[in-house]
C-alpha cells in the first residue's frame, strides 16, 4: 500500500510492516485519547521511522493516491485536536 | 479508527471541499491546477519570509554580541571605583543579554528547521505540479467523458494531498515566522531603546553613574600623565621647540 509521511512525502509500505504500522497507529490513537502529547509524539514518530526504514520511496512526480497518510508528529495536542475537528488545521486555498 | 484512518479522512473532506465547485472535469482540472500553481508562488514567498526572519534574528544576534563586551568594561569600572553595586547592575544586563543570545540561537535553528521542510515541499510539489499538467492534457484529448471522470478523480486526489500537505507546512511556517517577528521586535526594542542597558529598576541613573565613573577614570589618568609629564619637564621642552 501507499503511505504518505506528512511533510515528507509517500513510500510504498509491503508485508508485515503493514501490521506493525498498523499497531502503532492504535497505540497512537490510545495516546491522543489519553491527552498524552508525549506518548502520542513518540508514537507518530516511529510510524515515521518505520515507513521511511522499510518502505519503498515514491518518486516526487508519482500522482498517485494514498492508502494511509501519517499524521506529522511535531503538533501540539491542542494543534491535534484541532486537526481533526471539523475546524481543521489545514488552510482553505480554494477560490 | 486509527489516526491514519482519520488523517486521511480529514485531507479527502480537504481535497472535496477545493474542487467542489467545479462540475465539469475540465474545468475541475483546469482550477486544480491554477490553486497549484497559487500555492507553488505562496511557498516560495514562504521560504523567502523565513529567509528574511532568520537574517533579522542574526543582525540581533550580532548587536547583542557588540554589548557584551562593553557591559563587562562598564562591570571592571565600577570595581575599580569601589561601586560593586553598580558593577553588579552591569553584569545583571550582561546575562539577561546572554539568555537572550541563547534564546536566538534557539529561534534561529527552527527558521532553519521550517526553511528547509518548506524547500522540500516546494521540490515535491513542484514535481507533481509538472506531472499534473501533463497528465491533464492527455486526459482531455485521450478518454471519454466517463472514464475521464476517473482519471481525474485520481490526479486530483493524489496532488490534493501534495497540496493539504504544502498548505498546512506554509500555515505553520507563517505562524513560527510570526512569532519569532514579534519576539524579535521586542528585543530591537529593547537593544535600540537602550532599555537593555537601563532594564534595571536603577534606570537611566546607572547609566550616568557609570558614565561619572568612566569619565572619572579618564580624568584621573589625564592627570597622572600631565603630572609625570610636569616632572620629566620633557613635554615643555618639546612645546618650546613647536614655538621657535
Given at each position: 500500500?501507499?503511505?504518505?509521511?506528512?511533510?515528507?512525502?509517500?513510500y510504498r509500505?509491503?508485508?508485515d510492516a503493514?501490521g506493525?504500522?498498523?499497531?502503532?497507529d492504535?497505540?497512537?490513537q490510545?495516546?491522543l485519547?489519553?491527552d498524552d502529547?508525549a506518548e502520542?509524539d513518540?508514537?507518530?514518530e516511529?510510524?515515521a521511522?518505520?515507513?521511511r526504514r522499510?518502505?519503498?520511496?515514491?518518486?516526487?512526480?508519482?500522482l498517485?493516491?494514498s492508502?494511509?497518510?501519517?499524521p506529522?508528529?511535531d503538533?501540539?495536542l491542542?494543534?491535534t485536536?484541532?486537526f481533526f475537528?471539523?475546524?481543521?488545521?489545514?488552510?482553505d486555498?480554494?477560490k | 479508527m486509527?489516526?491514519?484512518?482519520?488523517?486521511?479522512?480529514v485531507v479527502?473532506a480537504?481535497?472535496?471541499k477545493l474542487?467542489?465547485r467545479?462540475?465539469?472535469p475540465a474545468?475541475?482540472l483546469?482550477y486544480?491546477?491554477?490553486?497549484?500553481?497559487?500555492?507553488?508562488?505562496?511557498?516560495?514567498?514562504?521560504?523567502?519570509?523565513?529567509?528574511?526572519a532568520?537574517k533579522?534574528?542574526?543582525?540581533?544576534?550580532?548587536?547583542?554580541e557588540?554589548?557584551?563586551p562593553k557591559?563587562?568594561?562598564?562591570?571592571?569600572q565600577a570595581?575599580a571605583a569601589?561601586r560593586?553595586?553598580?558593577?553588579?547592575?552591569?553584569?545583571?544586563?550582561?546575562?539577561?543579554?546572554?539568555?537572550?543570545?541563547q534564546s536566538?540561537?534557539?529561534?534561529?535553528d527552527d527558521?532553519a528547521?521550517?526553511q528547509?521542510?518548506?524547500?522540500?515541499?516546494?521540490?515535491?510539489l513542484?514535481?507533481?505540479?509538472?506531472a499534473?499538467?501533463?497528465?491533464k492534457?492527455?486526459?482531455?484529448?485521450q478518454y471519454?467523458?466517463a472514464?475521464?471522470?476517473?482519471?481525474?478523480g485520481?490526479?486530483a486526489?493524489?496532488?490534493?494531498?501534495?497540496?493539504?500537505d504544502?498548505?498546512l507546512?506554509i500555515?505553520r511556517a507563517?505562524?513560527?515566522?510570526?512569532?519569532?517577528?514579534a519576539?524579535?521586535?521586542?528585543v530591537?526594542?529593547?537593544?535600540?531603546s537602550?532599555?537593555?542597558e537601563d532594564?534595571t529598576?536603577s534606570?537611566t541613573?546607572?547609566?550616568?553613574?557609570?558614565?561619572?565613573?568612566?569619565?572619572q577614570n579618564?580624568?584621573?589618568?589625564?592627570?597622572?600623565?600631565?603630572?609625570?609629564?610636569?616632572a620629566?619637564?620633557?613635554?615643555?621642552k618639546?612645546l618650546?621647540?613647536e614655538?621657535k
Amino acid at each position: 500500500m501507499i503511505v504518505r509521511v506528512m511533510s515528507e512525502g509517500q513510500y510504498r509500505l509491503e508485508g508485515d510492516a503493514v501490521g506493525r504500522l498498523n499497531q502503532l497507529d492504535d497505540r497512537a490513537q490510545e495516546a491522543l485519547e489519553r491527552d498524552d502529547e508525549a506518548e502520542l509524539d513518540r508514537y507518530l514518530e516511529e510510524m515515521a521511522a518505520l515507513v521511511r526504514r522499510d518502505g519503498e520511496r515514491l518518486p516526487d512526480d508519482d500522482l498517485s493516491p494514498s492508502d494511509a497518510i501519517v499524521p506529522p508528529s511535531d503538533l501540539t495536542l491542542a494543534e491535534t485536536k484541532m486537526f481533526f475537528s471539523d475546524e481543521g488545521l489545514i488552510p482553505d486555498v480554494s477560490k | 479508527m486509527g489516526l491514519m484512518s482519520r488523517t486521511s479522512n480529514v485531507v479527502r473532506a480537504w481535497i472535496s471541499k477545493l474542487l467542489d465547485r467545479a462540475e465539469d472535469p475540465a474545468v475541475t482540472l483546469d482550477y486544480s491546477y491554477e490553486r497549484q500553481l497559487e500555492l507553488l508562488q505562496n511557498v516560495k514567498k514562504g521560504i523567502a519570509d523565513v529567509v528574511t526572519a532568520k537574517k533579522r534574528l542574526e543582525l540581533q544576534t550580532k548587536k547583542l554580541e557588540t554589548e557584551l563586551p562593553k557591559l563587562d568594561e562598564q562591570a571592571r569600572q565600577a570595581l575599580a571605583a569601589d561601586r560593586e553595586d553598580l558593577a553588579r547592575a552591569a553584569l545583571e544586563r550582561k546575562a539577561f543579554a546572554q539568555e537572550q543570545l541563547q534564546s536566538l540561537d534557539q529561534q534561529i535553528d527552527d527558521l532553519a528547521a521550517q526553511q528547509n521542510k518548506l524547500a522540500a515541499s516546494e521540490k515535491r510539489l513542484s514535481a507533481k505540479v509538472e506531472a499534473f499538467r501533463t497528465q491533464k492534457e492527455t486526459i482531455k484529448a485521450q478518454y471519454s467523458a466517463a472514464e475521464a471522470q476517473v482519471k481525474i478523480g485520481e490526479a486530483a486526489t493524489g496532488i490534493g494531498e501534495e497540496m493539504a500537505d504544502t498548505g498546512l507546512a506554509i500555515q505553520r511556517a507563517q505562524d513560527k515566522t510570526e512569532q519569532m517577528q514579534a519576539r524579535a521586535a521586542a528585543v530591537d526594542e529593547l537593544v535600540d531603546s537602550g532599555t537593555l542597558e537601563d532594564y534595571t529598576s536603577s534606570g537611566t541613573s546607572l547609566d550616568r553613574e557609570l558614565a561619572q565613573i568612566s569619565a572619572q577614570n579618564q580624568v584621573d589618568a589625564d592627570l597622572e600623565r600631565l603630572k609625570g609629564e610636569l616632572a620629566s619637564g620633557a613635554p615643555q621642552k618639546e612645546l618650546e621647540k613647536e614655538t621657535k
